[in-house]
């Protein structure tokens, strides 16, 4: 799927969601902006099959979210969210940080109960990301060099060798836990796990066994009006 082609998809899926909720509409309702910090990782193995061993990078999201009631304290939320993730690898005296940006689509599932003059939220749910840029970052010592990556499905011979590849398509599930106060700011904690590899296949590799998954947490603050 061409980027372009995904960001039309994306528009025309928030375009409805937000005409629902106008139809709809309470005081209980309505379009959030919110943003945080991120901490995230690569899980998953190399191409012997080892454990990968990353440290957390951190990053950032921003975005909107549309609340739609389906239910007594029931709401469905779905999002359009930019946000960056990676890892932070250090074998021997190089140090490897991948830097991916996306665009995600959340489709969350919210239960939202009154508790005092606000509400606590407990929500879960898909979501789906496309990557719009990327870089990585090595460092040894004072030398420190830098490759865009390239997202690509495959990898094949005659494929530059020093270039970072990933796939630009991310699908996995959230989870998250908050407190809207009664004003419509809130805080919430996250909770991403990728269900899908992000490495491409790589043809020049005999029994590859690389599976590379971005998984991750962080804390959003927002404001629904």
Known sequence: MKARQLYIFLALVFAASAAMAQSTASENDGVAILGGVNLQNFNGKDFNGDKLENDLLAGFHAGLNIQIPIAPEFYFQ???MFSTKGAKNTTGQVTSTYRLSYLE??????YKSQVGNGYIMLGF????GYAVSGKATYVSGSVEVNNDIEFTNEVNDGDALLTPYFKPLDFGGNILFGYEMAGGLFFQLNSQLGMVKINPDDNRIANDKTNVKNTGFGLSAGYRF
Not at 105 to 110: A, D, E, G, H, S
């Open 78 to 80: 779905p999002g359009l």
């Open 105 to 110: 689509l959340p489709l969350n599932l919210v």
């Open 125 to 128: 749910g898909p979501y789906v």
